[in-house]
């Protein structure tokens, strides 16, 4: 059984035919069919069953599927294992919320690259629950998260810091003098809001409990929550991290929030069966070092 018809295996599922996979692997469709074929042979039992131009696993290519993927891996891990004491190299797939990718993760990844040239890294901005099934099925390598729901006992999490929240408001706003502000202060007002999970689930929280009535605006992108502040649209409730310049100036202000003390989490994460590749190590190494910094700046 070799590795490349399990690999000319793989795409053929993947790809429901074998034109499409001769065409993603390089080969002709002669070439994938003997590939298949042979494989047949060596598990005495056949892989697809043909329906039409498309084909289907059967229930024997189903199975052996599963196992050839976990083969492929272990491959790889073994190839890797063995350039343990050279330059770190390979890929390495990062997932993040929108906050962490814009506003945590560039100096990190800028030292990274300027270190270990040799690492193609991939990001891909996703929502949290995205990122988590996206974990789980073993596509991101790490993954970035703010204050994830319960991840399972098959992810590995690591606490990085803290991040402070704070409401925001356009200078000269009605709310801008008073000491403190509560929930029913907010009655009334336009809470520009980013995708559900997290922080806005914090405020929403509080604005149930109290029976204050909100307009609300969900927006996709931290930048056009700030654009729209600023321009008198509503509030908003976000991590210091992404409006710390913004206060900084004065274009915008940080209203005194009567639950100042509420936080989320900004945490690292990837499949406990996930082998840490020396370039996945070398990148975690240098994600703990800057969150060390990340703390004192809150």
């Not at 196992?67 to 891996?73: F, M, T, W």
């Amino acid at each position: 059984m070799e590795l490349r018809n399990l690999k000319t295996f793989l795409v053929v599922a993947d790809c429901g035919g074998f034109t499409r996979a001769g065409e993603q692997l390089g080969y002709t469709q002669s070439t994938v069919t003997n590939h298949v074929r042979a494989l047949e042979e060596a598990v005495g039992n056949r892989l697809f069953d043909r329906l039409g131009k498309t084909v289907v696993l059967t229930d024997a290519g189903q199975h052996l599927a599963s196992y050839a993927k976990e083969i492929l891996q272990l491959y790889q891990e073994a190839v890797d294992s063995s350039r343990l004491n050279m330059e770190p190299s390979g890929t390495v797939l990062i997932g993040a919320n929108e906050s962490l990718m814009v506003y945590r993760l560039p100096t990190i990844l800028y030292e990274f690259k300027r270190m270990y040239p040799n690492v193609h890294l991939i990001l891909q901005p996703s929502e949290s629950q995205e990122l988590n099934n996206e974990l789980k099925s073993g596509k991101f390598d790490l993954a970035l998260f703010t204050n994830p729901e319960k991840l399972g006992s098959d992810i590995v999490t690591n606490d990085l810091v803290k991040e402070t929240l704070v409401m925001i408001a356009p200078p000269g706003h009605r709310l801008c003098d008073k000491a403190i502000i509560t929930p029913d202060d907010l009655e009334g007002e336009v809470l520009l809001l980013t995708e559900s999970g997290s922080y806005r689930d914090l405020l929403e929280r509080w604005i149930k409990e109290e029976g204050v009535g909100c307009s609300r605006i969900a927006f996709w992108n931290i930048e056009a929550i700030k654009q729209s502040v600023k321009c008198g649209l509503g509030l908003s409730y976000l991590p210091l991290m992404t409006v710390r310049d913004e206060l900084e100036r004065g274009s915008l202000i940080e209203l005194p929030w009567v639950h100042s003390e509420e936080f989320v989490t900004t945490q690292l994460a990837y499949h406990k069966d996930k082998w840490l590749t020396p370039a996945m190590n070398k990148l975690i190494e240098i994600i703990e070092k800057h969150a060390k910094k990340w703390e004192s700046e809150d």
